[in-house]
């Protein structure tokens, strides 16, 4: 685990633009299973997720069109609730940053570490964001 210090601003990037942080196994239960589109993103300290994904996240999340729900888990952090979201992204490997997209409690996008390292925040938006348009 981190210090909760050092993470701190890295979770505000997030939270301050409307993403709910997920720190319990039941809570991403609660949040991914049910009716509608969940948003997730597993958060990171690595220089991937501030100079791509947690952009990224930001610019599709503004977008007018976007899922019911924004959330976020922080890997390295609460161990149970990254291990429980991570389940869901099955057949996907772990990997941190990366970011999945539910509807009706079924995974129907997935963007990992590989397709974030080295991308631009704008490319990574576009994908997320034509998810967003086809199935918000």
């Known amino acids: 685990m981190y210090p909760e210090y050092l ?18 196994a039941a809570d ?20 991937c997720a501030a100079a791509n994904a947690r952009p990224a996240a930001r610019l599709a999340a503004a977008n007018e069109k976007h899922p019911d729900k924004l959330v976020t888990v922080f890997a390295g952090m609460e161990k149970e609730a990254v291990d429980r979201a991570r389940g869901y992204m099955l057949p996907f490997p772990p990997s941190s940053p990366s970011m999945a997209l539910f509807k009706d409690g079924k995974l129907v996008h997935m963007i990992e570490r590989h397709q974030i390292e080295g991308k631009p925040a704008q ?9 967003f348009e086809q199935y918000c």
């Open 7 to 24: 993470v701190e601003p890295m979770r505000a990037e997030l939270t301050k633009v409307g993403f709910e942080e997920l720190k319990s």
């Open 123 to 131: 490319m990574i938006a576009d994908s997320l964001i034509g998810a």
């Open 28 to 47: 991403v239960d609660s949040a991914i299973t049910g009716e509608g589109t969940v948003f997730v993103v597993v958060n990171s300290v690595c220089g």
